[in-house]
């Protein structure tokens, strides 16, 4: 057998030490593979799980659910209300920590009505060396990571999620609309909503992989590096810059580095990082 097939064998086992188990999921890569694979391993003693607020796009949600019925997982819509928290709004580099907070709070709540122990969701092996407050909250609640404990990377789940003929396999990284908002700037519907409507427009131009970072009145724009030199026209110029103050910012960027993901973090102290990072592990 080889590595990727025992590591998927360990997963399975993993999976099966629960009587019935809650998946967070967001119908990324990661949680989507995981609800799918906990699926075949408990069928119905399993149930995916779905927070809807503001800071997830509409789209998103669609496909998300999309997926879950595609593959007769069972899934559960609940709404979460972190945009209630002041610790949420202020925008802190803890803002990650009271999402997810609020978040596993409802599924436990969840739990307990549906009589199921176990809460797992999709951190892998390489989120270890990220910056994710997310993860301590993961931790105060004793949610479980099967892909971790799997000792699975994300290329590796990748590879699984095709090898499985899953559509998101090579489904782009995302996150919650919250995190293109500056540090400091309090997270509003209405700067989530520009945000969503900003990336929507670029997505409609062709651009697969994009950022809307919002400043203020202005927006700094990341594009994938290898979708930038299609950016780099005058005629490419004007189309974003029209559809990006289509959603209401006054000021247009283009971010010569392109695309990375977690590029607010840069301006956070070296002692936050890694605080947060010995705190996940």
């Known amino acids: 057998m080889d590595t990727l097939a025992a590591k998927r064998e360990t997963l399975r086992r993993e999976l099966a030490t629960s009587e019935h188990l809650l998946v967070a999921y967001s119908g990324g890569v ?15 003693r ?6 809807d607020s503001p800071s997830l796009p509409r789209k998103h949600l669609s496909a998300a659910i999309d997926f879950a019925e595609q593959h007769s997982i069972p899934l559960r819509v609940i709404n979460t209300r972190e945009m209630e928290k002041p610790d949420y709004v ?42 994710r407050p997310g993860q301590r909250a ?4 004793r949610a479980t990571a099967p892909l971790a404990t799997a000792q699975l990377g994300k290329q590796e789940i990748r590879t699984l999620a095709r090898n499985a003929n899953l559509s998101v396999w090579n489904k782009p990284a ?5 995190s293109r908002l500056e540090y400091g700037r309090e997270v509003t519907p209405q700067a989530l909503a520009q945000v969503e409507a900003a990336e929507d427009a670029l997505n409609a131009l062709g651009f697969l992989q994009v950022r809307v970072r919002h400043h203020g009145t ?8 290898e979708e930038l030199p299609r950016a780099l026209s005058m005629e490419a110029l004007d189309s974003i810059t029209t559809a990006v103050r289509t959603a209401g910012f006054q000021y247009v960027t283009l971010d010569t580095q392109g695309y990375r993901s977690g590029s607010m973090n840069a301006i956070l102290p070296i002692e936050t990082l890694t605080a947060n990072l010995t705190g996940n592990r």
């Open 30 to 44: 990661d949680s989507a593979y995981l609800a799918w694979e906990a699926y075949q391993v408990l069928g119905d």
């Open 46 to 51: 399993m149930q995916a799980v779905i927070a």
């Open 90 to 131: 202020r925008n802190d580099s803890q803002r990650c920590f009271h999402c997810k907070d609020e978040l596993f709070h409802a599924m436990e709540e969840l739990s307990r009505e549906l009589g199921i122990a176990t809460i797992a969701y999709g951190r892998n092996l390489d989120d270890n060396g990220d910056f």
């Open 138 to 141: 993961a931790a105060m609640h």
């Open 174 to 178: 995302s996150a919650c609309l919250s």
């Open 218 to 225: 202005l927006a700094r724009i990341e594009i994938a590096r």
